[in-house]
């Protein structure tokens, strides 16, 4: 079945630069989400990606998408503290069904 | 615009009694709702999709008697965990597809914990 991967933790500081990674299975994936999950809540949506995109930028985010290599990125601009949180990557195929990466731990340090 | 709700946003209830998670669309119609289950530190895992007026399709090796779903209208499903025990405790997320949408609109989450 289909699979998508991401690493566990990142740890950056404040005002730095942060890239998530991920990677997933699925060459038939049509779009490419990325959730925020702050402790306790439930999933927000970041930003998506259509397949047949490279890039996709919004404001202080930039996905990254490498169709080929089945990698996708997201890239936090000058990290603040309340960028701390979990995130998750999902792909979707052809139906509404996601697949979820295990979620990435993102620190801010002062 | 696309806000999820969910209620209760907690619960705590003793064992053996059924408790009833809502999830409603607030300011659109949900074609198909999603129902996820998240232990801590974990990913979600998806237990059931529902859509409106049909029974719902539970993904391998969740219990459909145990996990009752109901999805009566365009806003609104439920969640019922029935004779609930300690490993049923977890964080409930739902989830709704809205017409001419390109993702699932997540709702707060609930918190079950079962004595």
């Known amino acids: 079945g289909e699979d998508v991967e991401q690493s566990l933790f990142l740890s950056v500081r404040e005002g730095d630069s942060s890239v998530i990674n991920c990677t997933y299975t699925d060459s038939s994936s049509t779009y490419l989400y990325w959730y925020k999950q702050e402790p306790g809540a439930g999933l927000q949506l970041l930003t998506y990606i259509f397949s047949n995109m490279d890039m996709k930028q919004d404001q202080r985010l930039t996905v990254l998408l490498n169709k080929k290599d089945k990698h996708l990125s997201l890239r936090i601009a000058d990290t603040q503290t309340g960028d701390s949180a979990i995130y998750f990557c999902?792909?979707?195929?052809?139906?509404?069904?996601?697949?979820f990466g295990p979620g990435t731990r993102l620190s801010v340090l002062p | 615009g696309a806000v999820v709700s969910q209620h209760p946003s907690w619960v705590i209830c003793k064992s053996g009694t059924s408790v009833k998670i809502e999830c409603r669309s607030l300011?659109?119609?949900?074609?198909?709702m999603f129902w996820y289950r998240q232990f801590p530190k974990q990913s979600l895992m998806l237990m059931a999709t529902s859509n409106e007026g049909s029974k719902a399709t539970y993904e391998q090796g969740v219990e459909k008697d145990k996990f009752l779903i109901n999805h009566a209208s365009l806003t609104l499903s439920t969640l019922t965990v029935t004779s609930a025990h300690p490993e049923d405790s977890s964080f409930y997320i739902c989830s709704a597809w809205g017409v001419n949408t390109d993702t699932q609109y997540f709702g707060p989450g609930t918190r079950l914990t079962v004595l």
């Open positions: 999902a792909e979707r195929g052809y139906g509404q069904n996601f697949v």
């Open positions: 300011d659109f119609q949900a074609t198909t």
